[in-house]
Every structure is written in structure tokens, then in C-alpha cells.
Nanobody
Framework: VQLQASGGGLVQAGGSLRLSCGAS????????MGWFRQTPGKEREFVAS????????YYIDSVKGRFTIFRDNAKNTVYLQMNSLKPEDTAVYYC?????????????????WGQGTQVTVSS
């Protein structure tokens, strides 16, 4: 599975961005998907996960009510809609495909990763 993330950029605080992650290759497996983020000198942090069916989602507390993860399996694409962005959301965002069907926050349960897309929120 190859993952290609896009949609990052520079936005002012309070603004919005939509990240996309397209999958190609062996996409016939039923996989949950996730978004993670990382800043320099810190470990990669879980942000959101969505089950294969899209029926279940999970977020870290700091993005609840502001971020929405959703997917279009017909297009092999998962999205992260980010609203009310804050400077502390600044990071490189990575999409990942899980070995599981259901949502998971554990980084070790993701085995395919996109290349990352930079999100910068100015104050």
C-alpha cells in the first residue's frame, strides 16, 4: 500500500485546512486509517483514527470538536478536516494504514505511512 498525503499549508489561527490521503497499490484489504502529527524533537503523536467502514472514529482530546476524520472507500481516500486551527496544531501530519479493521490509537498497529504534509498555523 502506498499512501500520499496532501493539503497542508500555512494558515492563520482560527482558519481551516483539509488534508487528504490517497491510497494505491494493494488496497483490497479492510484497514482502519489514522492521522498522526510530529514536531521537531518530539515523538509522533496520534491525532485521529477511523474504522474501515467509517462508522467509528476516535480523536485525541485536544482536537475533539475541531477536527473531523472521514473516508471515501470508493476513492481510497481518507480526509482530515481541521477547523479552528491553533498554533499548537503546527506539525508535520502523517496518514497511516492500520493492520486492524477497527480504530486504534497505537502507532505500532499502523504499518503503512504516507510521506507527511506540513501544517503551519500562525498566531
Amino acid at each position: 500500500v502506498q499512501l500520499q498525503a496532501s493539503g497542508g499549508g500555512l494558515v492563520q489561527a482560527g482558519g481551516s485546512l483539509r488534508l487528504s490521503c490517497g491510497a494505491s497499490g494493494s488496497t483490497d484489504s479492510s484497514r482502519a486509517m489514522g492521522w498522526f502529527r510530529q514536531t521537531p524533537g518530539k515523538e509522533r503523536e496520534f491525532v485521529a483514527s477511523i474504522s474501515w467502514s467509517g462508522g467509528r472514529v476516535y480523536y485525541i482530546d485536544s482536537v475533539k470538536g475541531r477536527f473531523t476524520i472521514f473516508r471515501d472507500n470508493a476513492k481510497n481516500t481518507v480526509y482530515l478536516q481541521m477547523n479552528s486551527l491553533k498554533p499548537e496544531d503546527t506539525a508535520v501530519y502523517y496518514c497511516a494504514a492500520s493492520t486492524l479493521v477497527g480504530v486504534t490509537t497505537h502507532i505500532r498497529e499502523y504499518d503503512y505511512w504516507g510521506q507527511g504534509t506540513q501544517v503551519t498555523v500562525s498566531s
